[in-house]
């Protein structure tokens, strides 16, 4: 019976953690739309809803950078002067007016009421009130944007904001602006009131202050905050700081602050009465001190008859004295009250009264749900009543926690949590690192005179993979950290994942590897099939009892390309024109290669087939090789051959071998030589060993018997061209008519050795 109760109060906190995510402004509430549709389908698990809330911050983040702007702007005006500023607002009969400000310092010198649609675009200038001026009052259904404007130095006596106020509703959107020094001397902000709906983004708050709101109140439909900085403004200027806040909210219908920074702020930072919901996401509450005789209730954050969810903050050296009981960081009374994935660290509270109740967050007639939050807190009184949290007349919720609560105290009651006899927790998956110092502990985590229920909660893990760079097809060690709140996990597996494959063993089955104190580590051979120059990994945590599933984030992989060597060798080593060797190409590694392929080059010359393309050869068992015919032309010499190897696994590798060049043989072939006269015409061939023509022009000389043709008692020599003899001569009267042996001899050449040819003349 128990269990179907717990189920259904379970829903039911989700669906109320949804309603308080519900758009309010037209300009953004497309991103705060989706996410509420999001969580009211999410009845299992308020994990996902922090989660959810992330992705609405980085999307509000994107949206409102454009989306804050001027609408429909009729009338454009460019004003030099303060007096200018206001006598074009007064005069100019357009609805939607926009008014540039020339950059420089525009001193105060009467309060502007407005009554239209103005856009301000501040162009960096400087608004001044000379402490004596309030800036601007916006009058009923009016609105105003502003834009790059630092307004400073404001003061007003009436119940307004020092700055910038409303008298009735209005619409009021202000980005990228600073608020310095503004003073509010009644109650309603030092810098802003907003009594309609007002968004702010990316502005900057420092040193305002009022009697009990500092920098902004809203009494107003809609206030919305996003990425600004609160820094020493003081949240009461006559030091109460029963509910005074920096920001002070009340009775709105909606409340979203999201990216935002309180920092060195005097007194709470926000406090909020009756608003129907109130997101806080993604803010950093940080460097705070408050010192005071008077109850705290709340030295951060104090929420009253509202529904509230605060999700992904920091809250972070945080150190209050008060004389009184109620002085946790957090006060809470009525309404739901959820807290998400928080942070709080270094927070000190010491109270100089007889108890002190709930170290970071008093609940009071509330349902609340408290998950994955870290309350690293030290509190320091005679008596503690939940050294984290005091749970007075509520049921709450508190799941997937870490206690890191330090007690210092003669009497402990509850180290982390006090469940009074009014009060129901259901408890599960907490940790608790809790220590207490003094005498008298009581109970060390959770202390009930209530109702306590425990329930079966899976822990959540962090499981996270690092950048590394691995080189292709080497060894690499794949390793995951797995931790949660109580340490290192000891169980489950994670399988990795590479740009999406899950990494599979040598018989094509996952690897399932074991984690072990905290790590889950595997040795894996890069496969051949990895070309890519970069890759992502993840891990996948699974397989455990006791924690979710889990995966990381993504991580890097830089392929690093491999060294090897090259070798080139010449079968055989020298050869002639026309003769066949093999060129053999070896990539020496210490894994085999069966990827990429080598070019070859002669003499600096790519060596290319008979088409003409480039010979490209493919590499087998680190092997290429290549039958390359020598060209013509080479002589007997050492020529260059050279090969490269490509592949994108490894680095450029070259390597180069010498060839022994050699002169080719002649043979010179001759058709016989008849004449009836002394004119004759010598015909043949000159062919290399393997037929083909010699290439060139060969000078050959002619010898008739014993006697070899001269002029002047020199050889007559005779250019045969290409191989073909055609020579026509004279015989000389010094050779008698008959038949001889006649010799053509062709001379040594570059790329030929000489040769001799005979055949037989008759003439007569």
Known sequence: MNKKILSIFLVLTILLVSLTLVSATKDIDDADNSLADKLAQDDNSVEN?????????????????NDVQTKSATDTVTVKTYSQLVN????????????????????????????KNLTLNGQNSVIDGQKKYQFIVLRGGSSLNVNNLTIQNTKTSLDTGGAISMSMPATLTVKNCKFINNVGTSTNGGAITNRGNTTILDCVFTNNTSIKSGAIYSGGENLNIYYSTFNKNIASSDSNVDKTAVIYVVGADNVRMTGNKFENNNGRSIHSYRNSKILINNTKFINTVLKTSNDIRGAILDNYESNMTLANSTFNNINTTTSKKNNGIIYHEIGVCNLLNNRFTNINTKSTASSMQGGIIFIRNATSTLTDNTFANSINSNTVRGGAIYINMGKVTATSNLFKTRVVGNNARGGAIYVDNEATLYEGGNV???????TGLINRTIFVLGKLYHIN????VDVKVNDMSIVYGGNVMFTATVTSKSGLVNEGNVLFKVNGVT??????KAIYVPVKNGRATVNYTVPASWSKTNYTLVAKFRDSANFNDKLSADAHITMIKRNATLSLTITPSGG???????????????IPVNTGL??????????????????????????????????HGISAKDYVISTVYSNIRYNRLDANATLNGKKANMTVTLNKVTSNSRTIRITGKLTD?????????????????????????????????????????????????????LVLIANERNSYNGARGNTTLTFS
């Open 49 to 65: 809803t922090a989660s959810k809330i992330v992705t609405e911050s980085k999307t509000i983040k994107k949206n409102d950078k």
């Open 88 to 115: 074009t607002i007064k005069t100019s009969s357009s609805k939607n007016l926009t008014i540039n400000l020339q950059k420089g310092t525009y001193k105060i010198t009467e309060t502007i009421s407005l009554n």
């Open 432 to 438: 608790f690192n809790n220590t207490v110092t003094g």
């Open 457 to 460: 909660v899976k822990q959540n």
């Open 503 to 508: 990494l599979t063993s040598s018989n094509n």
């Open 576 to 590: 002639a024109m026309d003769d066949v060797v093999t060129l053999t190409a070896k990539v020496h590694d210490s």
């Open 598 to 631: 080598v070019i070859f080059k002669f003499h600096g010359q790519t060596i290319r087939d008979n088409n003409g393309s480039q010979v490209k050869v493919l590499v087998k068992n680190g092997v290429a090789s290549y039958k390359f015919t020598l060209p």
């Open 689 to 741: 060993l393997k037929g083909h023509n010699v290439r060139g022009d060969t000078y050959c000389s002619v010898k008739i018997g014993n006697t070899v043709l001269t002029n002047n008692s020199k050889p007559i020599y005779h250019s045969v061209s290409n191989g073909i003899v055609d020579i026509g001569l004279v015989v000389p009267d010094t050779i008698s008519a008959g038949s001889y042996t």
